[in-house]
């Protein structure tokens, strides 16, 4: 962030002394363009966040777990809370391990995540540390995720068996 404040500085100078813009645009400029680091800054881990728990809700598999903890963050998404939880993930073989999981909750299905409850998390098929809550639409989003990979598919084929003389 400090090397973006300096660069934006020395391109504000510049931009005054070399090209004799008007001080007042360059003011507003770099005003806007320090507000859009700012909210980028401060909102990026959320866009992770999401894009993960969309992918993994996309392309991952369905599990077991068992609440060991949850604690809200004060975050909200409308009225429902954002809450981490410890989590039990119980293997198909009999062993399990600890995960944590963070995700927005619905204000009514709170009594469903309490300590020692069963629920389904979603997890990565290649790093099973990486679970996240299941969505209401998990099916749908798998089946919509395999139709179009299918669809990307027979089109390379297509395409692989154009190129192929």
Known sequence: MKIFV???SLFSVA???FFNFDWLAVAVISFLILMGSIFY???KDSFKSDMKTIRLNETGELVQATVLSIKQTNIYNGEDPEVIMAIRVQEVNGSSYQATVRGTVKLVDIPAYQPGKQ?????DRQDRY??????PDFEKTQELHRKLREIKKAKLDKKMAGQVK
């Open 6 to 8: 300096v660069l934006s």
């Open 15 to 17: 931009c005054l002394i």
């Open 41 to 43: 800054y401060g909102f």
């Open 119 to 123: 629920i389904e998390v979603v997890r």
């Open 130 to 135: 990486q679970v996240v809550l299941k969505d």
